[in-house]
């Protein structure tokens, strides 16, 4: 089924039906030339921090619970660790020689702070944004000298809290498939980065090999929430062509949804 939709990346017209959800508003389209997989028609934002949040119920009682648990409480904590400490692992192994042991990093989409937390074990400067407040109470309870450093809300409202050229290094994990405007969002990362500066995400790869066996049924197509999804290619197209140079990729750090991790640098001028 032909569309003449053009693609929100790089606007050919060659796009397709690629699969169609329970609700019709929710189709899934595909780039024929640069392999792009979108929603044609995204769901309101009280839908979407809905499928977020689990509902005003959910979110009421995490919240209550949320203040008695504490961080280190929650079930699985351990692998949360390993996968964090694999993250900041990688930024040591490929920051940029010029900068200090003491970096100045923030994790968008931090969920409940593991990252954050082996930021702090490093010595580094950790800051954070994530839409679900609830979510960092725990962590808000350990680590409370640096809660002034913690934004709630999306990163396209909290980025102006930042001067250009803030940080050394920033981490969307699990995030760029989120953002309403992927492009955009970039850009406004690539503005508040240091020259030089690091750009890590991971993201679920619609040319790999999980989403080749699995096509329709892939668990990535989630349309309430991921938005757009990229492949290598137009991920490096699209990061150079905001400013982004380097650009390499690594193995991901959970195999959930056949994800690919890439490490971009902004190009100091």
């Known amino acids: 089924m032909k569309s003449t939709t053009n693609c929100p990346l790089c606007k050919s017209p060659r796009t397709n039906l690629f699969v169609e959800h329970e609700k019709e508003k929710h189709r899934y389209k595909s780039c024929s030339k640069c392999g792009l997989i979108y929603v044609q028609t995204k769901s309101s934002a009280n839908e979407l921090y809905k499928s977020y949040n689990g509902g005003w119920l959910k979110s009421l009682r995490r919240n209550l619970f949320s203040r008695f648990r504490k961080f280190d409480s929650f079930g699985d904590f351990e692998d949360f660790m390993k996968k964090a400490d694999k993250i900041t692992a990688l930024i040591d192994k490929h920051k940029s020689k010029k900068q200090s042991s003491h ?3 923030l994790d968008i989409g931090c969920n409940k702070g593991f990252l954050l937390h082996s930021a702090i074990n490093k010595k580094w400067d950790p800051f954070g944004i994530e839409l679900v407040p609830e979510l960092l109470i725990p962590f808000k309870q ?11 809300g999306s990163f ?13 290094v920033i981490t969307a994990i699990d995030v760029l498939e989120h953002f309403n405007n992927p492009r955009l969002s970039l850009k406004r990362i690539h503005q508040i980065l240091k020259p030089g500066g690091m750009l890590l995400i991971q993201t679920p790869d619609s040319k790999s090999k ?12 989630k349309p309430l929430e991921h938005l757009f999804l990229f492949n290598k290619q137009n991920y ?8 982004f140079s380097n650009t390499r990729f690594f193995k991901s750090f959970e195999e959930a949804d056949g994800n690919f991790v890439a490490i971009s640098k902004k190009t100091t001028l």
Request: aromatic share 10%; net charge positive.
């Open 236 to 243: 490096q197209d699209l990061v150079e062509e905001i400013g």
């Open 210 to 221: 999980t989403a080749k066996k699995t096509s329709k049924e892939w668990g990535a197509l």
């Open 103 to 105: 970096i100045k990093i």
């Open 156 to 168: 396209d409202d909290i980025y102006k809290n930042f001067k250009k050229n803030s940080f050394d």
């Open 142 to 152: 350990k680590h409370k000298t640096i809660t002034h450093q913690l934004y709630t």
